[in-house]
Structure formats: structure tokens, C-alpha cells
């Protein structure tokens, strides 16, 4: 279940003039985290507000952030070791955050030298994949896509699997095709039999599926062996900004015989348009 907290409250706004505008992207109650850098500096963790980045690197240096008792954890090039803390220290940092973001309060709005320092205008900042992808696993859990598709490549009457109404199917990507958005996508090259053709062929896809799909990025790992309840998985992800979405290109011609057996890889590429946000 999700329990909003005090930080969601839509009364709320910040002393960072570009959130509290009735169409911001990103205002006090929608803080996503990502990785950027500027010219002339190195990766790190940042929180959107408004128009602007909130270098926690930096915050973190002057302890107004702390996330881990063991060390910072902002400074790097990834949000890898802040995920794996878990949901108590993501709560704890948005909280942080969102409090020293708020109108009323002087902490960062009054310190004039460390606010300029630690809010960077987005258009002066450059991203990058927040975090590094170990694995992914993709979902086929729409039933209308997933009908439209198994019509394509099977028969209406055999649009999905068996067992597709029961528990929906998943199957294993390639991580190193994440990518940030922006990234030039090639299209996947593979075997094909055209209709006609006594032989396959080999080259680009002929056919291009562009998908829009929601992601989950998974903070804490569990032990090999030991399931996770739909209760326990809530609690194993990072939060996510509502435009964290993947989209998703496939080669259909491809991928089409393995699709109908479930079986191999596809040939995917993503792109992470936004980025993850703590509860």
C-alpha cells in the first residue's frame, strides 16, 4: 500500500520560484532523483525542483543531508548505494530535502553563498543513467498489448498463452541497452524469413515496435532463493517520479519466432526519461 506522507501535502510549495508554478514538471511534492554533472566536474546525485538541480553532493558535505551513518553516499556516479540503504533511509533523505526546499524554511532560502552553490539550473547541467543496471525483467502484463501482439504473430484465436490470464508472462532483457534518453537507437539486427523467400536473411529489423512502458527500479536485493511476497516488493523498490517511463524498441521481425515460445533474449532498447524518487 502506498502511505503518502507529509511531503505530498498539494498545500505546500517551495522558496524555489519555478516549482510553484501550476505546470512545473517538478514542484516540492515530486522530488526525482538522477545523476548530472556540469562542465568541469564529476557525476553525482542531484534532486529536481522547479527549474533547478539540488547538488546533494554537496548538501551532503555540509551534513544538512545524511543518508547513511557509514559514509556519503551522493558523490558518486550512480544511485546504486543510496538504493541499497533501503525504504527507511530513501524516506528519511526525501523528508530532509523536501523540508530545506520549503518556503518557511531559512535554512538553504537565507544562506545565500550555499544556495547558490547548491541549486544548478537544468539548463546548465548534463544528465546521465542514474543508476547502474545490473538485470532487468520485463513484464508482458498488458493484456490489450498483449493480444494485439499474440494476434499479430499467432491468430486472434490464439492471441495469448494459456497461462497469460493467470499470472502475466516475464522474461529477461538486456541491461546494457538502458539508456538515457536522447540516446540514438539502432535498429536490431537478426534473422528473418520474408514471405516468399526459400531462405532467412540477415540484416535490420524491417518492422519497429515503439513502446511506452512504466519502469520500477528495484533498491534492495533479496537472497537467492528466498521469495518476495507482493507485500514485501512495495517496500524493495524506489519510489518512482510519475515520468519514469521506458521506452521501449524492438525489432518485430526479429524477435517474432522466440516471442511465440517465450524463449531467448530480445534485442531491446530503453531509455530512462526521468528519474527515481524516494518516498
Not at 144 to 149: D, G, K, L, S, Y
Not at 204 to 219: F, M, T, Y
Not at 231 to 242: H, I, P, V
Request: glycine share 8%; aromatic share 6%; hydrophobic share 40%.
Amino acid at each position: 500500500m502506498l502511505n503518502l506522507n507529509w511531503t505530498h501535502d498539494p498545500r505546500r510549495t517551495s522558496f524555489v520560484a519555478s516549482a510553484n508554478s501550476p505546470d512545473a514538471d517538478f514542484p516540492i511534492q515530486n522530488l526525482p532523483y538522477g545523476i548530472f554533472d556540469t562542465p568541469g566536474t564529476s557525476r553525482r546525485a542531484g534532486v529536481a525542483i522547479g527549474d533547478q538541480i539540488l547538488d546533494l553532493a554537496l548538501i551532503e558535505t555540509t551534513g544538512l543531508v545524511k543518508a547513511s551513518d557509514e559514509g556519503p553516499v551522493f558523490g558518486t556516479a550512480d544511485l546504486n548505494a543510496f538504493m541499497a540503504l533501503g525504504p527507511q533511509a530513501w524516506s528519511k533523505v526525501r523528508q530532509t530535502v523536501s523540508g530545506l526546499l520549503a518556503s518557511d524554511n531559512a535554512t538553504l532560502r537565507d544562506n545565500v553563498e550555499l544556495r547558490q552553490h547548491a541549486l544548478i539550473p537544468m539548463a546548465a547541467a548534463r544528465m546521465h543513467l542514474p543508476v547502474y543496471v545490473r538485470s532487468y525483467t520485463d513484464f508482458y502484463a498488458s493484456r490489450e498489448h498483449a493480444t494485439n501482439v499474440g494476434t499479430l504473430f499467432r491468430d486472434p484465436a490464439n492471441a495469448l498463452p494459456p497461462n497469460w490470464l493467470h499470472i502475466p508472462i516475464g522474461y529477461n532483457g538486456r541491461a546494457s541497452t538502458v539508456v538515457i534518453s536522447g540516446t540514438d537507437i539502432r535498429r536490431p539486427l537478426g534473422q528473418h524469413k520474408l514471405p516468399g523467400a526459400e531462405a532467412p536473411s540477415f540484416g535490420p529489423s524491417r518492422k519497429l515496435d515503439i513502446e511506452l512502458e512504466l519502469g520500477a527500479i528495484v533498491g534492495i536485493p533479496n537472497r537467492m532463493g528466498e521469495p518476495v511476497s507482493v507485500a514485501q516488493a512495495w517496500d524493495l523498490r524506489l519510489r518512482l517520479d510519475e515520468r519514469l517511463v521506458r521506452s521501449r524498441h524492438s525489432g518485430l521481425g526479429v524477435p517474432a519466432s522466440r516471442t511465440v515460445s517465450r524463449q531467448g533474449v530480445r534485442h531491446d532498447r530503453q531509455s530512462v526519461d526521468r528519474h527515481a524518487r524516494g518516498s
